[in-house]
C-alpha cells in the first residue's frame, strides 16, 4: 500500500530557528516531493528528489532511500516561512500521494 | 516567469449541475494533473494527462469527472452532475518533463 506520513503535524517555532519535518513513506513511492502551501491555499512546489539531497537558498531536503524517509530543514526560519509543508510520493505508476501536512508557525 | 492559471477562481453551484474548472499550463508543459484538497485534509490526487489522454486517474475519478484539452493551450476538468461532496479546492498542475511540477492557485468549488 502506498502511504506517506508527516511529523510533526503541527510546529511553532522562534525565528532565527533550525527546523526539520519529517516525511516517511512505504514500498512503492520512487521520487518524493516537497510543497509549501501558504494560508491562502496557494501550492509551490519546493523540491522534487529521489536521492541524496538538494538546497535552494534556506531550504534543505534529504532522502534516504533504504530507511526510506525525507528531511526538509528550515535554516534561519523566518515568519515568512510559516505554511503547510507537504510530502507527496510520487509510486512508480506515476499516481502522487500526500501527506496530511505540518503547519508551521514562526514567530518573530 | 511563466505560471499556470486557472479560471474561475472560486464557483458556486447546485448539486446536480454541471461545472468546468479550467486551467492554462505553461506553454511548454507536456503533462498535466489535477488534484482536489477538502476543506481541513490533505491534498488528492485526481488525474495526469500526457499525450492527448489520461495516464493515471485514482479512484476518485469515478465517471462523473472528465478532462479535456480542447485547443491545445486550456486543460479542463468537468464534473457532469455535482454532489455535495465534491465541494472542495481543486489545483492544476503541469510540467514539461522529469522535473517538478507548477501548481496554478486553485479553483474553490462550493456545492449547495
Known amino acids: 500500500k502506498n502511504e506517506v506520513e508527516q511529523s510533526p503535524q503541527n510546529l511553532t517555532a522562534q525565528e532565527g530557528e533550525f527546523i526539520t519535518i519529517n516525511c516517511s513513506y512505504s514500498?512503492?513511492?520512487?521520487?518524493l516531493h516537497w510543497l509549501q502551501q501558504h494560508p491562502g491555499g496557494g501550492i509551490v512546489s519546493l523540491f522534487m528528489?529521489?536521492?541524496g539531497k538538494k538546497k535552494h537558498g534556506r531550504l534543505i531536503a534529504t532522502i534516504n532511500i533504504q530507511e526510506k524517509h525525507s528531511s526538509l530543514h528550515i535554516t534561519a526560519s523566518h515568519p515568512r516561512d510559516s505554511a503547510v509543508y507537504i510530502c507527496a510520493g510520487l509510486n512508480t505508476g506515476n499516481q502522487f500521494y500526500f501527506g496530511t501536512g505540518t503547519s508551521l508557525t514562526v514567530i518573530p | 516567469e511563466p505560471e499556470v492559471t486557472q479560471t474561475p477562481s472560486h464557483q458556486v453551484t447546485q448539486m446536480g449541475q454541471e461545472v468546468i474548472l479550467r486551467c492554462v499550463p505553461i506553454s511548454n508543459h507536456l503533462y498535466f494533473y489535477w488534484y482536489r484538497q477538502i476543506l481541513g485534509q490533505k491534498v488528492e490526487f485526481l488525474v495526469s494527462?500526457?499525450?492527448?489522454?489520461?495516464?493515471?486517474k485514482s479512484e476518485i475519478f469515478d465517471d462523473q469527472f472528465s478532462v479535456e484539452r480542447p485547443d491545445g493551450s486550456n486543460f479542463t476538468l468537468k464534473i457532469r452532475s455535482t454532489k455535495l461532496e465534491d465541494s472542495a479546492m481543486y489545483f492544476c498542475?503541469?510540467?514539461?518533463?522529469?522535473?517538478?511540477?507548477?501548481f496554478g492557485p486553485g479553483t474553490r468549488l462550493l456545492v449547495l
Open positions: 498542475a503541469s510540467k514539461s518533463g522529469q522535473e517538478t511540477q507548477y
Open positions: 514500498v512503492g513511492i520512487s521520487a
Open positions: 528528489l529521489s536521492s
Open positions: 494527462f500526457y499525450n492527448n489522454e489520461i495516464s493515471e
